[in-house]
């Protein structure tokens, strides 16, 4: 029965994916080349080397940088060995799921957004693995938060 119910989730998955990605020129297909942390990465989309950003997420940090001590405060933490550990934890969380749904990543780019801490080079947007929006799945699974971003 757990069988049957999980390939008919796969199925509607995969058709909402699809249909979404065949009516609608913003979805690109997204080839992961490597994870930076929960909420960065880079990979290939329209057959070029891009850095993304992850649209309405912040994750903590898992290398040591000047915007970890302002995630302490947001994440509630006394140190910053605790926010590295929590940011390892993230960026394993987002490195799995992209592997495991490796064929079916899509990536909606939100041209006239600016997140909180810039976009640099970044491009930014939201990301579906799987039919799934990886942000919410990130703010449920991968310990990150929402976080605002703004029209150019």
Do not use: H
């Not at 957004?113 to 930014?124: A, D, I, P, S």
Request: glycine letters at 8%; a positive charge; charged letters at 30%.
């Amino acid at each position: 029965m757990k069988k049957n119910i999980l390939f008919i989730w796969f199925c509607l998955c995969w058709l909402v994916v699809n249909k979404a990605v065949a009516g609608d020129d913003n979805f690109k297909r997204f080839v992961v080349i490597k994870v930076f942390d929960g909420d960065t990465l880079k990979g290939v989309v329209d057959y070029k080397y891009q850095t993304i950003r992850l649209a309405g997420i912040d994750c903590p940090e898992n290398r040591i940088n000047s915007k970890m001590f302002e995630q302490l405060s947001v994440f509630e933490l006394e140190n910053k060995e605790e926010l590295l550990k929590r940011g390892k934890y993230a960026r394993n969380k987002l490195k799995k799921l992209l592997e495991f749904y490796e064929e079916e990543i899509y990536f909606v780019e939100k041209k006239n957004m600016v997140c909180k801490y810039g976009n640099g080079k970044r491009l930014v947007g939201d990301m579906y693995a799987g039919g799934m929006n990886v942000s919410e799945y990130m703010i449920k699974e991968g310990g990150c938060v929402k976080m605002g971003c703004k029209e150019k």
